[in-house]
C-alpha cells in the first residue's frame, strides 16, 4: 500500500471519528496483511500535520491519541453551529476541577482547606458523571478518605497529551472567559509538571455565591446537555491560552 493510500486511510478515519484514536487503533483499519507499522502510521499523521499547516483544521495529539480539530483561532466561529445552548461551568467547579488537576492525587477535605468552603457533592459528581475524575485510591488516614484524580478523558476533552502540559497557573489569571477565582501560588510555590501546587487559602464564598452554588445542579446539567467540542472544536482554547 502506497504511503498516500495509508495517509488518505488515517485522514478519513480522523475525520469520521469525531474523537481521538490511538495508533493501536489507526493501525487497526488496515488489513494484516498490508498493516503498516506503528512508525509508518505516526510519520503518516505527521504528514497530514504539515498538510495542514495553512489550513483552519490541524491534528492534535492527546492522551487518548490524534484527533482533528478546528484550529483555536476559527473555534468561536464554528461554537456559533450551537448558539442555544452555551456550555456554562460555575467558579466552584471550576477550582475544584483545578485543584484536582494541579494537587492530584487530593481529598475532598484537603480542597475544601484550600477553597475555605465545602465542596458541593454535586460539583464532584458532575465530574465524575462526565469522566473528568475518577477515584485513585485512598488516603490511610480514619475514615479512609478518597482519593481524586483526572482521568484520560479529561486530558481528551481539553486536549492535553499529558498532565506535563497543564498550563502554568501563572496564566489562568488571563483567562476572561473563564474566570477562575481560586488563589494563585505565590512566587516560586508551583512545583514543576502536575505535582504539588502551593496555593493561598481562597477566602469564603459570599452569601450570593453561596445562593448561586445552591444552584449548580441545574446549571451544570444545562452545560452537560450542551454539544461539547469533540474533536471538531478545539476545547483547550478556553483553558489553555
Avoid at 26 to 43: G, H, Y
Wanted: proline share 7%; with cysteine.
Amino acid at each position: 500500500m502506497s504511503n498516500s493510500e495509508t495517509r488518505n486511510i488515517i485522514e478519513a478515519a480522523l475525520l469520521a471519528a469525531g474523537k481521538s484514536l490511538s495508533l493501536s487503533e489507526l493501525c487497526s483499519l488496515f488489513d494484516e496483511i498490508q498493516r503498516p507499522s506503528t512508525a509508518a502510521v505516526r510519520a503518516a499523521i505527521e504528514a497530514l500535520a504539515l498538510e495542514y499547516a495553512q489550513r483552519p483544521i490541524e491534528i492534535q495529539e492527546t492522551g487518548a491519541g490524534f484527533r482533528i480539530q478546528v484550529r483555536r483561532q476559527y473555534a468561536a466561529a464554528v461554537s456559533r453551529l450551537w448558539p442555544e445552548r452555551p456550555q456554562r461551568y460555575s467558579r466552584a467547579l471550576l477550582e475544584t476541577l483545578a485543584l484536582i488537576a494541579y494537587r492530584q492525587p487530593i481529598t475532598r477535605a484537603e480542597i475544601e482547606a484550600v477553597r475555605g468552603v465545602a465542596v458541593n457533592p454535586n460539583i464532584v459528581r458532575t465530574l465524575l458523571e462526565r469522566q473528568w475524575i475518577r477515584v485513585v485510591g485512598h488516603r490511610d488516614l480514619p475514615g479512609r478518605p478518597e482519593l481524586l484524580g483526572t482521568t484520560r478523558d479529561f486530558l481528551e476533552y481539553f486536549g492535553l497529551k499529558s498532565l506535563d502540559d497543564l498550563p502554568p497557573l501563572a496564566q489562568l489569571r488571563s483567562l476572561g472567559d473563564i474566570d477562575p477565582q481560586f488563589e494563585l501560588p505565590v512566587d516560586g510555590a508551583a512545583d514543576e509538571g502536575a505535582s504539588a501546587v502551593g496555593y493561598e487559602t481562597a477566602a469564603p464564598e459570599s452569601a450570593d455565591e453561596e445562593s448561586a452554588e445552591a444552584d449548580l445542579a441545574d446549571n451544570e446539567e444545562d452545560a452537560a446537555d450542551a454539544p461539547r467540542p469533540s474533536g471538531l472544536v478545539a476545547a483547550p482554547s478556553d483553558v489553555s491560552d
